[in-house]
């Protein structure tokens, strides 16, 4: 059995989400998670995003992260990246790297972690 491949992502500035088209023509709204974030260990490929100093009491961290637990899934994004900033104003998005399928998500006072499994093929 063929693979599913997404077609395309669409997502706004500011948007911690954004919608995939797949090639059976279906829609998905699934949580962005930033490049800069992603790390290699001996496992293979994972993220961790350190949060920042955000509150764990978020509300939008809160489901944000319950939305990649539950979908298994999400989009990584490409950013320009201002440093000298804190928060949301920190990133701006350039561009969608791939859907990717995800395991063993987590989060703590240390931040947002979880294993990349499986890139979907698509179109970049």
Known sequence: MNARKWTSIKGHAGQWWASVRWDDGSKEVLPCVHQCYWKIDERGPYYHDPLDGKSMQDPKLLKHFEQLRSAGRVILT???????KHGDGRFKRTGYVGVFDIAEPEVDRQGYRFRFLKRHPGRR
Request: proline share 0%; no cysteine.
């Open 78 to 84: 490409s950013d320009d990246v201002d440093e000298a």
